[in-house]
């Protein structure tokens, strides 16, 4: 199993960037594929972007061309850097980690944007 923890929230003003971190610890060999996911009032979790252990990489609709997820292995740890912010990213986002057999999540961090 992996544990994750997620770090970077906060509150924005519209236009503006934050970068979330998620550390990865544990059996980091067996993840496939590492992602952020988000959850907004009253709306279903939903996939934000996601990288796998090649690093290829997938983007919503909704944020693609703003949002950037990358990895470092080294550190076992992946980025999700958002631009342009708007108030409709506003939402709990979740980094999520699947191996073959378990799909591990983290807390959960806030992101807030104002407008």
């Known amino acids: 199993q992996v544990q994750l923890v997620e770090s970077g929230g906060g509150l924005v003003q519209a236009g503006g960037s934050l970068r979330l971190s998620c550390a990865a610890s544990?059996?980091?060999?067996?993840?496939?594929?590492m992602g952020w996911y988000r959850r907004a009032p009253g709306k279903q979790r939903e996939l934000v972007a996601h990288?796998?252990?090649?690093?290829?990489?997938s983007y919503a609709d909704s944020v693609k061309g703003r949002f950037t997820i990358s990895r470092d292995n080294a550190k076992n740890t992946v980025y999700l850097r958002m631009n342009s912010l708007k108030p409709e990213d506003t939402a709990v986002y979740y980094c999520?980690?699947?191996?073959?057999?378990?799909?591990?999540w983290g807390q959960g961090t806030q992101v807030t944007v104002s407008s």
């Open positions: 990288i796998t252990s090649s690093g290829s990489t």
């Open positions: 544990g059996s980091v060999f067996s993840i496939n594929v």
């Open positions: 999520n980690a699947a191996g073959n057999r378990y799909s591990s």
